[in-house]
């Protein structure tokens, strides 16, 4: 079960046909992720394989996911927000609910293969196996 | 100017809108012609060149020995080794020359203006054999500084330069700098992945050692390209990759290899795709290239200033030589936001790097959208890319 905050947004966007539109929509995520301040841009919390600079950082804090991103780039800052929205403040389990496919619905992205110009799925990769290690108690 | 319809992908949709293809510095989209020769050499003449005796095979080696000949025409080369690409060109020449002629102490001359296939290979060999690396500076008005050159040639024995720059369009003054290394002593790599799908290079008039090309970026097949090596620096070459179509007599106690190209050309080479980038060079020959060069040149020149009125910086200087290539930035958009709301109306642009960092680094920047026009491009498409840019900044926070 997706935190509900995503499953709204998701029903949305499935009412956005033009392209354009749902790059202002994901654009206006941006501001759903806590701002990870400059001065806290690690190469440890580097989204690596981005063309933009995107940094994001998760922590488990009493049991919840706990998000934090920055990004040049304002699509990869929205689609941080997307993140947010299916994981901060969640339990583990739900966090863990949301998958590579939600952000497919975003309706944004041309391929989420791994590849140069595709940080936004090593940014998901990344987050899940932290979520991966933390619920192994790591 | 040739005709687009020849081109069956450039009648696709994108995103609902007709696709504008501007992403040509990474690779050009293929004519019919190409297609149909791959097509009929897989359906009709399919088998390995060279050994057998057999009639399909006498068909595949002729395909595929014609690609070279016609390189060998094109290029005024007396030897072209076939190979992957540019990069494999290049690679080549680092393993297959410079293993065989450079020693600890020596030098090679490089600079920032290079694409990382043109760095990469010399930082290995750098490390192995403990040869010291020479990077020319670029200028702040993006052209090489010539005075370092010169003061970087006592001692080195290879210079590897760009001829045409991938970010910036720029073609650099390549007659110059052979003659000043030959006058030192030195060797010349170019890499012309760039330079060669916009200006007829010929490599004996220029007095080249080394040309490295790319067939994609000139209307031909990926996968393959060439090396164009002088007799004299062929002679000094040896082989890195063995097996196959490189040997001359193997036994268990050693090998011998072939004397011409093929030593070069280690297994089954790329066949089908020799033979469309053949059909590309036969389109080709029927295109007026001068033309079409100073044509696109004059299409990158008001794209540049149509971009500057819009706001953006805009990275090259457009001289007669350079290539049609606009990089640029909006400080209101990021470059792959850019890219994306591009592509949302149909338009294909480059961003990101370009394999070419120290570059970006100098220009103190860390990516830029990259417009590249190519023959089947029209001013109607540059109108195009400038409007829906301006719609794009107008509607996501930028200043139009």
Redesign the interface.
């Known amino acids: 079960m997706i935190a509900a905050p995503l499953a709204e947004v998701i029903e949305e966007l499935a009412d956005i046909e033009d392209r354009m539109e749902r790059f202002e929509f994901i654009f206006d995520l941006a501001e759903d992720i806590l701002a990870l301040p400059i001065e806290a841009w690690t190469d440890e919390n580097r989204v690596k394989g981005c063309q933009s600079q995107a940094h994001l950082e998760v922590r488990l804090q009493d049991g919840h996911v706990h998000l934090r991103g920055g990004a040049d780039a304002r699509l990869v800052q929205g689609l941080m927000g997307l993140l947010a929205l299916g994981m901060h403040g969640q339990p583990l389990e739900v966090a863990r609910a949301m998958t590579v496919d939600h952000i497919k619905e975003a309706g944004v992205l041309n391929s989420l293969t791994p590849s140069r110009s595709n940080g936004v799925r090593t940014m998901f990769d990344m987050i899940t196996q932290e979520l991966e290690a933390m619920s192994h108690g790591e | 100017m040739i005709n687009a319809s020849d081109f069956p992908i450039l009648s696709r949709k994108v ?2 809108k007709r696709l504008v293809y501007l992403d040509n510095a990474a690779t050009t989209q293929k004519p019919q012609v190409v297609i149909d020769a791959m097509n009929r050499y897989y359906t009709n003449s399919n088998a390995n060149v060279h050994r057998a005796v057999h009639t399909l095979a006498g068909e595949a080696t002729d395909g595929y020995e014609a690609c070279r000949t016609s390189l060998k025409a094109w290029f005024n080369a007396p030897r072209v080794v076939l190979t992957s690409g540019t990069t494999e060109a290049i690679n080549l020449v680092a393993h297959g020359w410079g293993r065989a002629n450079l020693k600890e102490g020596d030098a090679i001359v490089l600079t920032e203006m290079e694409h990382h296939s043109d760095i990469v290979p010399w930082q290995m060999l750098s490390k192995e054999r403990g040869v010291e690396l020479r990077y020319v500076p670029v200028l702040e008005d993006m052209t090489l500084d010539m005075d370092a050159y010169t003061a970087s040639l006592p001692g080195a024995k290879l210079v590897c330069v760009v001829h045409t720059s991938n970010v910036l369009g720029v073609r650099n003054p390549v007659e110059r700098i052979i003659e000043q290394a030959h006058a030192s002593g030195a060797r010349v790599l170019l890499d012309a992945a760039q330079g060669a799908p916009h200006t007829r290079i010929d490599v004996t008039e220029l007095d080249v050692d080394f040309l490295a090309v790319s067939a994609h970026k000139m209307l031909g097949p990926t996968g393959i390209g060439c090396l164009t090596v002088k007799e004299d620096a062929f002679a000094e070459m040896a082989p890195f990759m063995g097996g196959g179509d490189m040997i001359d007599q193997v036994t268990v106690e050693g090998s011998t290899y072939q004397e011409n190209e093929h030593k070069f050309e280690a297994g089954t080479p790329r066949i089908a795709e020799a033979i469309g980038w053949k059909a590309a060079m036969d389109y080709l020959e029927q295109v007026d290239l001068d033309a079409e060069h100073h044509r696109l040149l004059g299409i990158a020149r008001w794209t540049a200033e149509a971009l500057r009125n819009l706001g953006c910086t805009v990275y090259g200087r457009h001289d007669d030589m350079d290539s049609a290539v606009v990089s640029f930035l909006h400080p209101a ?5 850019m890219a ?2 591009l ?3 149909g338009f294909a642009v480059r ?2 790097h370009h394999c070419a960092q120290p570059l970006l680094h100098r220009l103190g920047i ?2 830029t959208v990259r417009a590249s026009f190519y023959l089947y491009n029209t001013m109607e498409e540059a109108e195009g890319l400038v409007e829906a840019l301006s719609h794009v900044l107008e ?2 926070g930028g200043s139009a």
Do not use: P
């Not at chain 2, 958009?333 to 936001?337: F, I, P, R, T």
């Open positions: 995103n609902g958009l990021h470059a792959e936001d994306h709301l592509d949302a109306q961003t990101g860390s990516s509607r996501f």
